[in-house]
């Protein structure tokens, strides 16, 4: 049987809010119902009016759930620092697997998404490999076969994968989004032997981006932290918060030196990264890019089946290595 989920630290969450969550009807895209909101709206806005609401309301419903969210998952299960491609990948195969974990995915920009809002350029199509097709057929998301080239195939859009993607990780009610947040450093215990290199991760230590980007010109700004016992790091290559997890356990002394990511070789890197993702030191599982900056592999460039075949893998190690972790947190 599964373990309970944040067994280890018992919180009070705050009260205040009550009432039904609401989920609306479908609408069928095509036929007569795709009128439905002209029928509703239509030559009556004349007398259309918003329901009256008082100001400070609107602050209220925003600050008593995000503080609510901050006190649920100051203890969590597992944190994914970065909400791109493979990230997001991690978090809906952990969120459909465990729903009784608790789920924080700290993410540094305000828009969640990493490069998959986009292909290779700025142009709009995205290219899967086979067999990462077998992804988007669990998400629904269409795409198109060559028959001359039957492996790879083609979504339409990125932004149509990474939105149905991130749509379906955020209606988890086990998934909490922290988005414009950064993570500064990682939450370390010592080994029982004293040995560095086998440090314990045990949680991250968070601030809000605008605060991070502005700790050479402010002072004093301290951060927060969120203990968990697996995090999964999925920032990407190098770049302004790129590979950060991978380049801290270099400064911790529990990684030697990076390996430097390789020119691209899109051949070499996808199959490189989705075998090597795991657990790097204990309680840190790093997936993505972010392995090429640590391992040493080549880049891939503007195909993503191996990001979100990477996060089913992640998620996997997750699986494993979760109970052990945990019960190492407990005690």
Not at 41 to 61: C, H, L, T, Y
Not at 285 to 296: A, K, Q, R, T, V
Request: proline residues 6%; contains cysteine; charged residues 20%.
């Amino acid at each position: 049987m599964s373990p309970p989920a944040a067994i280890y630290e018992p919180t009070v969450a705050p009260t205040g809010l009550k009432g039904k969550v609401v989920v609306p009807e479908t609408v069928p895209a095509t036929g007569a119902s795709q009128t439905k909101l002209l029928d509703h709206f239509g030559n009556k806005w004349d007398e259309f009016q918003f329901a009256p609401i008082r100001e400070s309301q609107v602050s209220r419903a925003m600050t008593r759930r995000y503080f609510q969210d901050l006190d649920k998952f100051a203890e969590s299960d597992v944190v994914i620092v970065g909400a791109g491609s493979c990230g997001l990948s991690t978090a809906y195969v952990l969120a459909n697997a465990r729903p009784d974990l608790k789920i924080a995915i700290i993410e540094a920009s305000v828009s969640p998404g990493g490069g998959a809002w986009l292909g290779g350029q700025l142009f709009s199509a995205m290219v899967m490999r086979r067999p990462a097709e077998v992804f988007l057929n669990e998400l629904g998301v269409p795409y198109e076969e060559d028959p001359a080239n039957p492996n790879y195939v083609v979504v339409k859009h990125a932004s149509l994968f990474t939105s149905t993607l991130l749509s379906k990780v955020l209606s988890f009610p086990n998934v909490k989004l922290f988005n414009a947040t950064s993570v500064e450093d990682l939450v370390t215990r010592p080994s029982t032997n004293g040995n560095p290199k086998e440090t314990r991760i045990a949680g991250v230590v968070t601030n809000w981006t605008l605060v991070t980007l502005h700790h050479d010109d402010h002072s004093c700004m301290d951060p927060n932290t969120i203990n968990a016992p697996v995090i999964i790091s999925t920032t990407g290559h190098d770049g302004p918060f790129g590979a950060f997890c991978a380049k801290r356990l270099v400064s911790m002394s529990t990684v030697d030196k990076l390996g430097g990511m390789r020119g691209l070789d899109m051949n070499s890197a996808e199959d490189a990264i989705v075998k090597n993702t795991r657990e790097v030191a204990k309680g840190l599982i790093i997936g993505g890019m972010e392995l090429s900056e640590i391992d040493g592999f080549n880049r891939m460039g503007p195909t993503f089946g191996a990001m979100v075949l990477s996060g089913v893998k992640a998620a996997e190690e997750c699986l494993k290595v979760f109970d052990v972790r945990q019960r190492e947190c407990a005690e």
